[in-house]
């Protein structure tokens, strides 16, 4: 029988490490790698070409939404499953819109969680009960499925929402850039972008956007600089 490869994307080391106990203990599934952060799971599924990504939304470096919209840019036959403690509706209208399959939340049982990943591999959708009785009555608001943010007509690129993510969580121009590979005049540029764009003017501002949509987690401490 061929097993359904699976790659493991989520910062905490100690929940990776169930997350693979349990599905290892699966006959059918084979975890096949793990990744610490977004960008390292865009790597990663380049590389190992998975069936199915289970993701978390909230990762240092690249958070999972924007890791999703790469992964299934570069490799649109993978399956990205989203597992989170964060089941707003900001988090799952964003991960749907940008292709994701399913969205668990992490409180789910084993056996569903491995339930959940066989049906992804097959093309269904799964969802937590909860978060499956929204989804008919929703509204879309957030990304279309290029995963670009909309608000007031206006959108944010791929490299602005990596830029925001980076200055919500703190890190200066020098540390954007560097983090980026790109000059510290292009991040001066794309936070000018962002400014305008989002009609917000100080980085405390650009926190509570990226945390309202999804972007990073409420824990993120606001930056004021």
Request: aromatic letters at 2%.
């Given at each position: 029988m061929k097993?359904?490869?699976?790659?493991?994307?989520?910062?905490?080391?100690?929940?990776?490490e169930g997350f693979r106990k349990v599905l290892e203990s699966e006959n059918d599934l084979q975890v096949v790698g793990e990744a610490e952060d977004g960008r390292e799971a865009v790597a990663m599924v380049k590389k190992l070409r998975p069936a199915v990504v289970v993701m978390d939304i909230a990762m240092p470096l690249l958070n999972g939404l924007e890791a999703t919209r790469q992964i299934l840019k570069a490799v649109p036959g993978t399956k990205v499953l989203i597992l989170s403690a964060h089941s707003d509706d900001a988090y799952v209208e964003h991960a749907t819109a940008l292709g994701a399959v399913g969205?668990?939340?992490?409180?789910?049982?084993?056996?569903?969680?491995?339930?959940?990943?066989?049906?992804v591999q097959k093309g269904n959708r799964f969802f937590s009960p909860s978060i499956g009785k929204r989804l008919d009555h929703r509204d879309q608001k957030l990304p279309d499925r290029t995963g670009k943010l909309k608000k007031k007509g206006n959108r944010l690129s791929s490299?602005?929402?990596?830029?925001?993510?980076?200055?919500?969580?703190?890190?200066?121009?020098?540390?954007?850039?560097?983090?980026?590979?790109?000059?510290?005049?292009?991040?001066?540029?794309?936070r000018q972008s962002l400014m305008q764009k989002l009609n917000i003017h100080d980085v405390a501002g650009l926190t509570r956007y990226a945390i309202a949509a999804g972007i990073i987690e409420s824990s993120v401490q606001l930056t004021i600089v």
């Open positions: 097993r359904i490869t699976v790659l493991l994307a989520e910062d905490h080391t100690i929940v990776r969205f668990l939340l992490k409180q789910t049982s084993s056996h569903e969680l491995s339930k959940a990943i066989r049906e490299r602005e929402m990596e830029v925001l993510q980076l200055i919500a969580e703190g890190e200066a121009n020098k540390e954007v850039a560097g983090e980026l590979d790109i000059s510290i005049k292009t991040v001066e540029k794309h």
